[in-house]
């Protein structure tokens, strides 16, 4: 039977990123986790999407035109 939720650090090397960006993006809401007792797990559906779809890109910076 294929897992139904993996670690954040699993998700971090399945989507080649660093743990702590899997954290960041958990943050802004763009990769879910569920709890497990004092486990935080990403649900794989959760890192099919983000692999289907990607990672929206949001500019902090403001343009140079509006400078």
């Keep these: 039977m294929p897992r139904q939720a993996v670690s954040v650090r699993e998700a971090a090397r399945l989507l080649s990123i660093s743990p702590r960006t899997v954290d960041k993006y958990v943050a802004l809401k ?3 986790t569920v709890r497990v007792g ?3 797990l990403v ?3 959760s890192v099919n999407e983000v692999v289907t779809r990607g990672i929206p890109w ?3 910076q403001k ?4 400078q």
């Design 63 to 66: 343009s140079t035109s509006e």
């Design 38 to 40: 004092r486990r935080v």
């Design 43 to 45: 649900p794989m559906k």
């Design 58 to 60: 949001r500019r902090n």
């Design 30 to 32: 763009v990769i879910r």
